[in-house]
């Protein structure tokens, strides 16, 4: 059995998302983390922020942070394959943190 990982995973999401809808957006993406076998271990809102230039015609964003522990990539691919299709939201980061 490989070892596992742990990973950061940083999104930002449409600012003018209505509540309910961000938090339904942010339920649905740690459950596909979590389906496809990864243990999230936070989840949370990080910050509104301001962009140094517009991202998809918005000029601020909500930085959403995940950090979960994984010992397979087909979580992480999941989530990565539905972020970059998903229109509420605007970009994605996904580092493997160092043990």
């Given at each position: 059995?490989?070892?596992?990982?742990?990973?950061?995973?940083?999104?930002?999401?449409?600012?003018?998302?209505?509540?309910?809808?961000?938090?339904?957006?942010?339920?649905?993406?740690?459950?596909?983390?979590?389906?496809?076998?990864?243990?999230?271990?936070?989840?949370?809102?990080?910050?509104k922020r301001r962009f140094a230039y517009e991202i998809k015609g918005?000029?601020?964003?909500?930085?959403?942070?995940?950090?979960?522990?994984?010992?397979?990539?087909?979580?992480?691919?999941?989530?990565?394959?539905?972020?970059?299709?998903?229109?509420?939201?605007?970009?994605?980061?996904?580092?493997?943190?160092?043990?």
């Amino acid at each position: 059995m490989s070892q596992s990982a742990k990973y950061e995973v940083l999104y930002i999401i449409r600012p003018d998302l209505g509540e309910d809808s961000k938090k339904e957006l942010v339920e649905q993406f740690d459950k596909v983390l979590s389906i496809g076998g990864a243990e999230v271990t936070e989840s949370k809102d990080w910050a509104k922020r301001r962009f140094a230039y517009e991202i998809k015609g918005y000029k601020e964003g909500i930085y959403h942070l995940v950090n979960l522990t994984t010992d397979n990539s087909e979580a992480i691919d999941e989530f990565e394959r539905l972020a970059r299709i998903n229109d509420n939201i605007l970009r994605h980061m996904i580092v493997r943190l160092e043990d």
